[in-house]
Nanobody
Framework: QVQLVESGGGLVQPGGSLRLSCAAS????????MGWFRQAPGKEREFVTR????????YYADSVKGRFTISRDNAKNTVYLQMNSLKPEDTAVYYC?????????WGQGTQVTVSS
């Protein structure tokens, strides 16, 4: 089992940047594919980005492609989400996800608000 704790959310103006972090417990972090999802008020949770266990492969939702970058540091058991050129429609609670062999784990979420 793995426990996930997100940090780095906050209030930012349109066009600004934030970096989210997700720290994972356990010694098997490097085996998990990691991802970020988000949920805006009144909407369903949606996929944002994913990175393979090795960090070689990444995938992005079309809505964030070219603006967001996912990365991981397996030595620090941490995955990052660098968010640039933020838009008001990026406002949501962002959740970290760890997946392995059909089992998913979730963090508690961190709020990102993009507003002037």
């Amino acid at each position: 089992q793995v426990q996930l704790v997100e940090s780095g959310g906050g209030l930012v103006q349109p066009g600004g940047s934030l970096r989210l972090s997700c720290a994972a417990s356990g010694r098997t972090f490097r085996r998990y594919a990691m991802g970020w999802f988000r949920q805006a008020p009144g909407k369903e949770r949606e996929f944002v980005t994913r990175i393979s266990s090795s960090g070689v492969s990444t995938y992005y939702a079309d809505s964030v492609k070219g603006r967001f970058t996912i990365s991981r540091d397996n030595a620090k058991n941490t995955v990052y989400l660098q968010m640039n050129s933020l838009k008001p429609e990026d406002t949501a609670v962002y959740y970290c996800n760890a997946g392995l062999d059909g089992t998913d784990y979730w963090g508690q979420g961190t709020q990102v608000t993009v507003s002037s």
